[in-house]
């Protein structure tokens, strides 16, 4: 350990050394220490976000559903993403059968070649300890921890995103142009995993090559649109036959109100959530945004003006939470991914100073060039989004966190007989004591003695660090032990609660409950969504906020007095329950299983529900296409009431389930003129508690 801790000092990006046999044993210690975290479990979530569960299954069933990402195999609608996560899993399935480990165990199998990939590309300039550290900071980030183990579309952008900025520090290191093209690949593969959202690496990748690219400038300029042209093709063959396919013979695209992938990238997925202007949103966005508060009545007042815990978002970030500069060290997202984040910033400068006279070409300073802008620029953007945030978003931060403190940390430890480099370590461990301070601070029962530990072996780190004698020979050794507690003691309490506690829901976050913390719009809620009994939070422990008698949730409005759509009931459309809700799946009782299953080969859709995570659960439950109406949120405009009558007179849809998602939005939406049209033409029978019409008598 000692040998290690000693390496020499280094001016310029050194080649690799060969590899020890401790680096060997302490690499596949921590790719199967993360295997086991991560899969460990996985059962106890179930069908964990139920929206893209139903897609996934659907893609098992049917090719053009997997091709097109489609809720259900008969092709209704879509998901409101682009499909390449949910292959993954709709081929795990279509090999293992339908279950929920079969879906989640590729998305934690990503989350071990993140792991292995940032060790790899931080270890090539920096090391193997550097390579370690980077990798182990990752896979113990909460809401890495919680997002590999969970089937949003995360995990793969993640791993797609770590891979450009491999390609890229390796065209740095040679200037060969089949780097950049691979660079630009892996983009456009990001792309076809969460759209715009990976387009934010895209500048610290192409600035950082402009700097430090060995080419001429010229030829780093032709590089980049080498890039640039990779990029579209690996992205835009799949745009391209989406656009050109004919309408009438593919799914409707979710989340789209014209039915056009374009519109959907450039809108609703794209500068809709940068300023708050989503069309479609079931949320103030764009032109529905009154539309919505008026449906809603004193239940939208609520989510807006603090009926929930958390309040109202003085920032104006409106429903999502407050915007500003220190967003990402809020209650939702602080004990996501802030833990860290100031040690990050820190060892940035630091390590930047340290490379000032390095060549223009010099690999390190090119590395600390792209995993800085990748914070701060994916940083700075969740911070002044004023459209649709969820804290599970910061999972885009953890590899640039995870980067910058291990490169950082092990730059400045090979520097610290200098002084102010022992000074800037000194600081970087009494920041980060504060910040677990703060964030550990925020769950009074969890583990409450864990924050007088870090901060007291914080403080004694930091103290021994200043001493130039406590920082060689085997001290030294004691000392980075000390230091590596400050930083992860924290994370790792947080990433086991996230490994023990079972989480579902469309909104999630990691760890425990947190005081003041907003799961979703508003204020909603504790840690994630709401769980399946209905409650705020996204996980499945059942006390994620404060609840009213009767199970309600604390400050909501009940459907009548807030005017409601008929069949909403208020905030009840959020949650979950049998009918399940805009947030929650739903969950059938066995004898409505048995009634969807019975003749079910004589219809294309057994069901139709209002809004996908409704649909879902019954879905999911029989194995046979439910159609979702409205798509996720119940407002896009597919079927239309007329295409709906038809496929009724046709005999292709045997049941119109109520509840859940209620009547859309708008109040004059399809959505809403499909369940009024159904209430005044067919008879309702309940059974296990759901109400649903025979659209076959």
């Known amino acids: 350990m000692t040998t290690t801790l000693e390496q020499p000092k280094v001016d310029a990006a050194e080649p690799p050394p060969a590899r020890r046999r401790w680096e060997t044993w302490a690499l596949a210690a921590l790719l199967v220490g993360t295997a086991v975290a991560y899969i460990w479990g996985l059962g106890a979530s179930g069908w964990a976000n139920s929206f893209y569960a139903a897609a996934v299954q659907a893609g098992s069933e049917s090719w053009e559903a997997f091709f097109f990402g489609s809720s259900d195999a008969a092709n209704s609608i879509t998901v409101d993403k682009p499909p390449m996560s949910l292959w993954l899993m709709a081929l795990s399935v279509r090999v293992f059968g339908l279950s929920s480990w079969a879906m989640l165990v590729p998305q934690a199998l990503l989350g071990v070649g993140s792991v292995a990939l940032l060790y790899a590309t931080v270890k090539r300039w920096f090391g193997a300890p550097a390579g370690l550290l980077a990798g182990l900071v990752l896979a113990l980030t909460p809401i890495a921890v919680l997002m590999f183990r969970f089937n949003n579309p995360d995990a793969l952008l993640v791993l797609l995103m770590i891979a450009s900025v491999w390609a890229m520090l390796r065209a740095v290191?040679?200037?060969r142009t089949r780097w950049m093209v691979l660079t630009g690949v892996f983009v456009g593969l990001g792309f076809l995993t969460k759209q715009l959202q990976v387009m934010l690496v895209v500048p610290p990748l192409a600035l950082t090559y402009l700097v430090a690219g060995p080419p001429k400038f010229g030829k780093r300029l032709a590089q980049c649109f080498a890039a640039l042209g990779a990029m579209i093709v690996s992205a835009g063959w799949w745009l391209l036959i989406v656009e050109l396919w004919p309408?009438?013979?593919?799914?409707?695209i979710g989340g789209s109100q014209n039915?056009?992938?374009?519109?959907?990238?450039?809108?609703?997925?794209?500068?809709?959530?940068l300023n708050g202007e989503e069309t479609g949103s079931v949320m103030p966005g764009g032109g529905s945004r009154g539309d919505a508060a008026t449906a809603m009545g004193g239940a939208g007042e609520a989510m807006a003006g603090g009926g929930f815990p958390g309040g109202g978002a003085p920032g104006g970030g409106g429903?999502?939470?407050?915007?500003?500069?220190t967003r990402m060290f809020e209650s939702a997202q602080g004990g996501q991914i802030a833990w860290l984040i100031p040690a990050a910033l820190i060892l940035l400068v630091a390590g930047l100073a340290l490379r000032g006279r390095a060549p223009r070409v010099d690999t390190q300073r090119a590395s600390f060039l792209v995993w800085g802008l990748w914070l701060?620029?994916?940083?700075?953007?969740?911070?002044?989004m004023a459209g649709i945030f969820h804290a599970y978003y910061t999972v885009a931060l953890a590899p640039a966190v995870a980067a910058l403190v291990a490169i950082g940390s092990v730059t400045l430890w090979r520097r610290r007989d200098t002084l102010w480099v022992r000074a800037v370590l000194a600081a970087t461990l009494l920041a980060t004591a504060a910040m677990s301070w703060v964030l550990l601070g925020r769950s009074a029962s969890f583990v409450p003695w864990l924050k007088w530990a870090v901060v007291v072996v914080g403080v004694v780190a930091a103290v021994a660090v200043l001493v130039p004698a406590l920082t060689r020979g085997r001290i030294a050794a004691v000392v980075a032990l000390a230091a590596l507690f400050t930083g992860l003691a924290g994370p790792t309490a947080y990433a086991v609660d996230t490994i023990a506690t079972p989480h579902t829901g469309s909104i999630v976050s990691a760890g425990p409950n947190v005081e003041g913390a907003r799961g979703g719009p508003g204020g909603m809620g504790g840690p994630g969504g709401m769980?399946?009994?209905g409650r705020m939070g996204g996980r499945t422990d059942g006390a994620a906020v404060p609840t009213a008698p009767g199970g309600a949730v604390a400050g909501a409005?009940?459907?009548?007095?807030?005017?409601?759509?008929?069949?909403?009931?208020g905030m009840g459309a959020m949650g979950g329950g049998a009918a399940g809700g805009l947030l929650s799946g739903s969950e059938p009782g066995a004898e409505l299983v048995s009634l969807l299953e019975q003749d079910s080969g004589n219809y294309t859709w057994v069901a139709a529900a209002i809004g996908s995570n409704s649909a879902s659960g019954y879905q999911l439950a029989t194995e046979d296409p439910v159609m979702p109406i409205g798509g996720f949120n119940g407002s896009d405009p597919s079927p239309t009431l007329e295409q709906f009558q038809q496929y009724v007179a046709d005999g292709k849809i045997h049941y119109f389930i109520a509840g859940g998602r209620g009547g859309g939005m708008g109040g004059d939406g399809t959505a809403s003129e499909i369940s009024t049209w159904v209430q005044e033409n067919f008879t309702a029978v309940t059974v296990d508690g759901v109400t649903l019409y025979d659209l076959t008598s």
């Open 173 to 175: 290191e040679d200037g």
């Open 247 to 252: 309408a009438s013979s593919r799914p409707w």
């Open 259 to 273: 039915n056009s992938i374009l519109e959907l990238t450039l809108g609703y997925n794209g500068l809709g959530r």
């Open 319 to 325: 429903m999502w939470g407050s915007t500003g500069i």
């Open 376 to 384: 701060l620029v994916t940083g700075l953007t969740f911070s002044f």
């Open 531 to 533: 769980d399946g009994a």
């Open 557 to 569: 409005t009940d459907g009548a007095a807030a005017g409601a759509p008929d069949g909403m009931g």
